[in-house]
């Protein structure tokens, strides 16, 4: 199972693009890789998955170079409610359906 | 309402008792999952199913914790003789088979164990 690297915390101001890293070295070949965002006392929320280049869906887009072992969520134009913790999630490939978290990144939106 | 359903939100009990936990999934999901998750950490696997299968159970889950899917729909998870140490947010997934399928979560249980 990979193990996932992202930084602890990160600050933006509303109207930026915020740009957050994901390391995951050892990804299996057919795993995916999903980004979920969790707000207090809340369960995580599906944004978006890829496996290969660039997917957009109507909030987020997500870079994935070719050799996978990092990925990028980007966030256009954040806004307050965007505050929040961000998680990578590889897996889906394997037999096993176990899905491991890493701590995620709390993103602070400042006014 | 279509999406994963848990029983109760909050819990607050004394050390020692015991306490159940409930989950309906979304109803074409197959899997179904258990984390356990504190403050400032992100979830922590605890087991999960596939249709009325246990498939696997972290070694962080003691003997004092069961799950059970009998019927491959709703998923009960059981904590006996509770300590303080479990007072965690217990959250519930569900996603289908298919490798990669998101996991769509519920608002979770949170328990006090006091």
């Known amino acids: 199972l990979a193990k996932t690297t992202q930084p602890i915390s990160m600050d933006s101001y509303e109207g930026q693009e915020v740009n957050i890293t994901c390391s995951h070295n050892?990804?299996?070949?057919?795993?995916?890789i999903t980004w979920y965002q969790q707000f207090p006392s809340q369960g995580p929320r599906f944004i978006i998955q890829?496996?290969?280049t660039k997917v957009t869906n109507e909030v987020a887009s997500l870079f994935i170079p070719a050799d996978r072992k990092s990925s990028t969520l980007s966030l256009p134009r954040v806004s307050l409610s965007d505050t929040a913790v961000y998680y990578c999630?590889?897996?889906?490939?394997?037999?096993?359906?176990?899905?491991?978290f890493g701590q995620g990144t709390t993103l602070q939106v400042k006014p | 309402d279509t999406g994963v359903s848990q029983d109760p939100r909050h819990k607050i009990t004394k050390r020692g008792q015991n306490v159940t936990f409930r989950c309906d999934p979304i109803?074409?999901?197959?899997?179904l999952y258990w984390y356990r998750q504190t403050l400032g950490q992100g979830p922590e696997f605890l087991t999960y199913?596939?249709?009325?299968?246990?498939?696997?159970k972290s070694r962080l889950l003691s003997d004092r914790f069961s799950a059970e899917r009998p019927k491959g729909s709703f998923s009960t998870l059981e904590i006996q003789r509770t300590e303080q140490g479990d007072s965690a947010m217990y959250l519930c997934?569900?996603?289908?088979?298919?490798?990669?399928?998101?996991?769509?979560f519920g608002n979770g249980t949170r328990l006090t164990v006091t």
């Open positions: 890829g496996y290969k």
């Open positions: 050892n990804i299996a070949t057919n795993d995916y």
């Open positions: 109803s074409e999901h197959n899997r």
């Open positions: 999630l590889p897996g889906g490939s394997s037999n096993t359906g176990k899905l491991i």
């Open positions: 199913f596939q249709n009325e299968a246990q498939l696997e």
């Open positions: 997934a569900s996603s289908l088979r298919q490798g990669g399928s998101p996991l769509h």
